[in-house]
């Protein structure tokens, strides 16, 4: 099973390009979540949704957007990159509240 | 305050020996605990979840302390793939839609 795929794997932009992230998960999972990973730090929370058509801001949502409009993808658009968003992307999923989520395996994104 | 803080570490631990450590959470109203596992900025894995009476997985075993909040993870007979960074993960009572609460994790390096 591939659980949970992330695309791409690696990423360089220049300052003010845009780009988007896509998570595709195959385990019939209603929540989706999109986390950014900063050396030292912890796992925080960007954006989320509950099920198709929904998406709900996290804990640090400023500078990007997302949409659900399928079940299964979760996509992530920074509209304009600036070198603070230089991190590792996490993308996650789970059947619901209560549950552990299962992870992609990350997009490593720089921003010069 | 953090709503789960973990010691840092590094946790230096002689192949073969036992380690523990723990995790303390804020929120007393909080309803499920899990131990994940990352290697080297790679995604978060589930290594177990903690129950109310302690659970043991192989080497493996969580503790959960709800009066003085917080959970604990033992690993014995410690091997050399056992180094990484161990994350904590709470879901708060409050937490409606399935998010997670990480903590920044503990790193464990288990040396020859």
């Known amino acids: 099973n591939a659980g949970v795929t992330q695309t791409p794997k690696f990423r360089v932009l220049k300052t003010g390009q845009s780009m988007t992230l896509l998570c595709a998960q195959d385990?019939?999972?209603?929540?989706m979540y999109w986390y950014r990973q900063d050396p030292g730090m912890g796992l925080r929370l960007i954006h989320y949704?509950?099920?198709?058509?929904?998406?709900a801001k996290g804990e640090v949502p400023d500078g990007y957007n997302v949409s659900r409009l399928k079940k299964q993808n979760f996509l992530l658009g920074l509209e304009s990159a600036a070198p603070s968003q230089t991190s590792v992307y996490f993308c996650?999923?789970?059947?619901?509240?209560?549950?552990?989520?299962?992870f992609g395996d990350g997009t490593r994104l720089s921003i010069l | 305050r953090k709503e789960v803080e973990q010691d840092p570490g590094p946790f230096n631990v002689p192949e073969g020996a036992t380690v523990a450590f723990n995790c303390t959470y804020s929120?007393?109203?909080?309803?499920?605990f899990f131990w994940y596992r990352q290697d080297c900025r790679k995604e978060p894995k589930l290594l177990m979840s903690?129950?109310?009476s302690g659970n043991e997985d192989g080497r493996f075993t969580a503790q959960l302390n709800r009066a003085s909040q917080y959970i604990s993870l033992l690993i014995r007979d410690s091997k050399l793939s056992d180094s990484a960074t161990y994350l904590c993960v709470v879901i708060p009572e409050w937490a409606s839609w399935g998010k997670l609460q990480f903590g920044s994790g503990t790193q464990v390096v288990v040396t020859p």
């Open positions: 996650a999923s789970n059947r619901g509240q209560g549950q552990p989520q299962h």
């Open positions: 929120n007393s109203a909080s309803q499920s």
């Open positions: 949704s509950v099920g198709e058509g929904t998406t």
């Open positions: 903690v129950y109310s």
């Open positions: 385990m019939n999972h209603e929540y």
